[in-house]
């Protein structure tokens, strides 16, 4: 399919536009697209400006491999499995910390909205809580909880736990009185408050809080790894260092961004779906 | 006499008093030592905290040996030892210690690095185990579940060859990766047995009450450990600073096994809190010794033995892909003086 042909199902002109030139194509591409292009073309300088610096500085490779280096590892270790097996590792813990830390900060985030001496009491302990390096915490949880998934899973939702919880009751209490005195003229259980009223006001917030956690859990994950694991991401890491092989941190750390960014696409696209309320009483189609 | 007269001489007895105190002027140039622009300013890296364990160089320093070899030595305690062997390796820092291992691992990526003194004799690497465990040689083992702090490092490579000792692989045994936490682990009955520094956590489990027991890697294999490590960059352009670094860091280990006790006040000044726990530190620097002494006229000499014993653990572990040239990785030139 050609440019002009594509345009024209994308926007449903009428106009035939073979005979634009390239940019005025371009210029009639969705924002979406343009930042897209626009994205692939920075990553593509960043790359080739990478490459120049390692020719021109003659730097050695355990310092700063060059991205032919680092995509050569990358193959390697994505042919013989190590590099799934490991990513999937971290992100079953990213997943269950999100889970854990967004369903407890929100349902303490409910608590401490509704009661003012719920928050009075409790609200030292957990900006304390927010205070305490990870790094710090990490290996107590390894004690507490043992080796294994679960103490990654907890320094993962611990990372996750503050943004939501903050947000959660914000957006609580930014729900507006007169829909809230409006609910309650028209006798809405408090049932009916919370899943029609409550929930939607707030979730905007919610998904703001949600958007910071999601890139943070990748970053909790890797430090409980870091502190003791024999499997994950962070390993690797860890064992990629031991034997001076930089190309391979590379390769893990590009692989945690990667997560970490498709993890916030997904949240930017829950809002958009979640969200679509607020675009307007007709609901657009969605091109993704 | 009048109040102002006696006033008059008191102040006067006072300012000749200050005038005879004041130190006597410094000569430009001390003849005995060497004068500012003789000194070399090196840093050594150190892969941990202010530690007991790294006395000898707290002696040397103490007793002078760097400043009489011309050596103005500065400690850097910033990174661990795979950071200090980078930055030696990109000539960013001249000296460090490092163990044999990560010198193989370090030229098999291409940073030239060599190994010039041998210090600590045998591999201090050990597994430990409550009594009750009965675990008495590497073959018992099996089945076992062992914590040690990660699957990477000194520990994991010790413990492969401890388990090879016994007959035993990787897989005939449970790891479990726990971060530094092996004394509470064991104690805890988390783990069967915990991979540990023979001259550390045992010393600290015993002092503790527990009975437990040891099984040195050292007594099962014999591996190149720890020492001091340089850049080719160094040895090419001034060996000269290579010779007189590893000579006035010999002094301080022989001084130190002839004079623990000497070693160990001197230590106080460069460990903070050594004096808080002076009697598992004192105990953890005399566990520590056996690991550097050696017969008569072997101290800081390597053997290259051990380093082949080393090199085909890594080589077994596929650590290593291929054999590195052992020749270029240590040498034994600087050790006579």
């Not at chain 1, 003659?58 to 491999?65: Q, R, S, T, W, Y």
């Not at chain 1, 943070?216 to 994950?221: E, H, K, N, P, R």
């Not at chain 2, 000898?56 to 500065?74: M, N, Q, T």
């Not at chain 2, 001034?238 to 006040?265: K, Y």
Request: net charge negative; charged share 15%.
């Amino acid at each position: 399919m050609d440019l002009s042909t594509w345009i024209k199902k994308e926007r449903k002109l009428e106009v035939e536009t073979p005979h634009l030139h390239r940019p005025a194509q371009y210029l009639l591409l969705s924002t979406r697209r343009q930042n897209f292009l626009w994205t692939v073309l920075s990553m593509f300088l960043a790359i080739l400006l990478w490459d120049l610096f390692v020719r021109l500085t003659n730097v050695p490779p355990f310092i700063l491999p060059s991205p032919r280096l680092v995509l050569e590892r990358f193959l390697q270790v994505l042919q013989d499995g190590s590099l799934l097996r490991h990513s999937l590792v971290t992100l079953q813990e990213v997943l269950a910390g999100l889970a854990l830390g967004l369903t407890t900060a929100s349902a303490l985030g409910y608590l401490l909205a509704k009661s003012r001496w719920a928050e009075r009491l409790l609200a030292p302990y957990i900006v304390a809580s927010q205070s305490i390096p990870t790094v710090a915490i990490a290996p107590l949880l390894v004690i507490w909880f043992g080796p294994g998934l679960f103490s990654k899973v907890l320094t993962s939702a611990l990372i996750v736990f503050f943004p939501v919880l903050v947000n959660s009751i914000v957006g609580l209490r930014s729900v507006p009185a007169d829909l809230r005195d409006l609910m309650r003229s028209l006798h809405a259980t408090r049932w009916q408050m919370f899943t029609l009223l409550e929930i939607p006001a707030s979730l905007p917030v919610v998904l703001g809080g949600l958007r910071v956690g999601a890139t943070l859990s990748v970053i909790g994950a890797v430090v409980g790894e870091f502190v003791g694991a024999d499997q994950g991401l962070g390993f690797m890491i860890n064992r990629a260092r031991g034997q001076y092989d930089t190309a391979l941190v590379f390769v893990a750390v590009l692989t945690l961004v990667a997560m970490a960014l498709a993890l916030y696409g997904i949240v930017v696209l829950l809002e958009s779906r979640l969200l679509s309320w607020r675009n307007g009483a007709e609901k657009t189609t969605q091109t993704v | 006499m009048s109040f102002q007269s006696i006033a008059r001489l008191i102040i006067a007895a006072l300012l000749l008093t200050a005038c005879a105190g004041s130190p006597s002027p410094t000569p430009a140039v001390s003849p005995a030592t060497p004068t500012e622009q003789t000194m070399e300013q090196v840093r050594l890296g150190m892969g941990f905290i202010p530690n007991v364990q790294f006395a000898p160089f707290y002696v040397a320093l103490e007793k002078g040996y760097f400043r009489d070899a011309g050596i103005d030595l500065v400690i850097d305690y910033d990174l661990d030892e795979v950071g200090n062997v980078a930055l030696v390796g990109n000539g960013d820092r001249q000296f460090t210690v490092a163990s044999a291992e990560q010198i193989m691992l370090a030229r098999s990526q291409g940073l030239p690095v060599v190994y010039v003194l041998n210090w600590w004799r045998n591999y201090p690497v050990a597994v430990a185990a409550l009594a009750e465990a009965n675990i008495h040689t590497p073959a018992d083992l099996a089945g076992k579940t062992i914590g040690l702090p990660g699957l990477f490092g000194a520990s994991y490579i010790g413990l492969i060859a401890l388990l090879e000792s016994g007959g035993l692989a990787e897989s005939d045994v449970k790891l479990d990766a726990i971060g530094y936490n092996q004394v509470d682990a064991l104690v805890t009955g988390r783990e069967d047995a915990v991979v540990v520094y023979t001259n550390n956590e045992p010393v600290q489990l015993k002092l503790r009450g527990y009975d437990v027991t040891v099984l040195p890697v050292a007594d099962y294999a014999q591996l190149a450990s720890n020492g001091l490590v340089t850049n080719q960059e160094t040895i090419d352009q001034n060996p000269d600073l290579v010779s007189r670094m590893v000579q006035a860091t010999l002094r301080g280990i022989s001084d130190t096994l002839a004079n623990p006790d000497e070693a160990f006040e001197i230590s106080k000044k460069y460990v903070e809190g050594l004096d808080a726990n002076a009697d598992v530190q004192r105990e953890i620097l005399q566990a520590t010794l056996s690991f550097w002494d050696a017969e008569e006229g072997e101290l800081g000499a390597s053997d290259p033995q051990a380093w082949e014993n080393m090199q085909q653990i890594l080589l077994d572990m596929e650590l290593l892909s291929e054999p590195v040239d052992l020749d270029k990785a240590f040498t034994n030139a600087f050790i006579e003086p």
